[in-house]
């Protein structure tokens, strides 16, 4: 009886336990998979909140402003996070796991509040019976998704207004300051000039002599043929061919002063503006010239010709 109890006890308790053990484990297994997954499941608003979301929400807010809020906050993506965070800790949201997004719901709820329960479980002040804790009472503290993205449209539209409003500030200054700084310059500016940098005269106003039919209409600066010449004032540039003047250039002043460029050898500028000082000719030997030099007239007002010397003086620049 015993050997036959030990012999048929030791084959029935073997197999039978085997596949029963294993099938404890399969099902602990899938169990175990089950609630890892329903663990992995991310909810509505964690994906709301992911970076990726909260960016492209920033995108649509910041369209909404114009093309420039883009080009004008380059720190759009940093504005875009920093407002996300904010949100979350608002909405009591853990972006790293559930748990503490239902931890922070629950303890913004107000103990005794009516219709929540105390730490102690009990009803609150108002007599009503509380809820007890756990995902249900968490998420009644929870933003919704839509709360969440209207609370996500308002800070990047306050946060993107607000640097707006700085580069604007910024870009007004700049302007600001660049327009003095061009205004101080122009003021430092000479608005006059001599028509050539070497000194001397080989020729004064008045001059009479077997060089000129009449009497001599200008002064003549004693240069080599390709010295570059210079606007006396600012004004507009004509250039013309004349049998006694040669090819010459007219500048006119905006007080209608004409200053004259003669015998030239050829030009830098045709036609245009013109300032001070800027080289508008080389001098030369054309026209009705015993050799290479620049005759020089001004004609104030667009009259007839005066003496240049004084002209030039009243305007502290010597020639001689």
Known sequence: MRTSAGTSAGPTAGPTAGPSAE????????????????????????????????ALGALGTLSALGAAAVVLVPGLGRIAGEVGSDVAGAAGIDLAGDGGAQAAAADRTPAGFPGQSGPSGQPGP?????????????????????????ALAARVRDRTEHHLAAVADAQHRARQAAADAARAAEARRPKFELPVTQKGLSALFGAVGEHWLHLHTGIDFPVQEGTPVRAATDGTVHTLWNDDYGHMVKVIAPDGTQTWYCHLSGYRLTHGRVRAGEVIAYSGDTGNSTGPHLHFEVHPHGGEASDPLPWLLGHHLDPR
């Open 23 to 54: 099938t404890g484990v399969r099902t602990s297994a899938r169990s175990g998979a089950r609630k890892a997954g329903h663990r992995a499941a991310p909810s509505p608003l964690r994906a709301l909140l992911s970076p990726s979301a909260l």
């Open 126 to 150: 108002s007599g009503q019976p509380g809820r007890t804790g756990g995902p249900a009472g968490a998420s009644a503290g929870r933003l919704t998704r839509a709360e969440a993205d209207a």
